[in-house]
């Protein structure tokens, strides 16, 4: 009688044993599921922020295109404007001469003034932001 009451305590530790790693188990699934929905929502955020990352450089390339149209209008508006600058300074030159004896004195002592060295200047600045924005560009991809 004796081990018949020591085999069913024997038994029902042993249930109690299973129920216990049974309940191992199923916390272990139960995290182990946890784990896979964070892993597929943060692969979407990634694969998101890949999308959001290409618009961002189909921007980029964009607004660089627009700033080299930009530079070169505005280089060919300096050299315009330098001409219609050297235009005026021969202009004056010449009514200068033209009002006085003493104007055209001045003018033989006097270098003519041009404005091509400002230009230059400026034109240089433009094609070296231009070359910055290219080797920037491309050491962005």
């Known amino acids: 009688a004796g081990r018949g009451a020591a085999g069913s305590a ?3 530790g042993n249930d109690a044993w299973e ?3 049974w309940d191992a188990v199923r916390k272990q699934e139960q995290m182990k599921q946890e ?3 964070k892993a597929s929502g943060n692969s ?3 694969r998101q922020m890949v999308r959001e990352t290409e618009v961002t450089r189909s921007i980029g390339s964009e607004t ?3 700033l080299d149209q930009q ?3 505005l280089k060919r508006m300096h050299e315009e404007v330098d001409r219609i600058d050297e235009n ?3 202009a004056d030159r010449t009514i200068r001469g033209m009002e006085s004896i003493w104007g055209s004195v001045k003018n033989m ?3 003519p003034v041009s404005a091509v060295r400002t230009s230059l200047g400026e034109s240089l600045a433009l094609e070296k932001a231009a070359a910055n924005r290219s080797s920037a560009a491309a050491g962005a991809r």
């Open 10 to 12: 024997s038994r029902w």
């Open 19 to 21: 129920e216990q790693n």
């Open 35 to 37: 784990v896979l929905v």
């Open 44 to 46: 979407e955020r990634i």
């Open 64 to 66: 660089l295109q627009t």
């Open 71 to 73: 530079s070169e209008q």
């Open 88 to 90: 005026l300074n021969f």
């Open 109 to 111: 002592v006097a270098r």
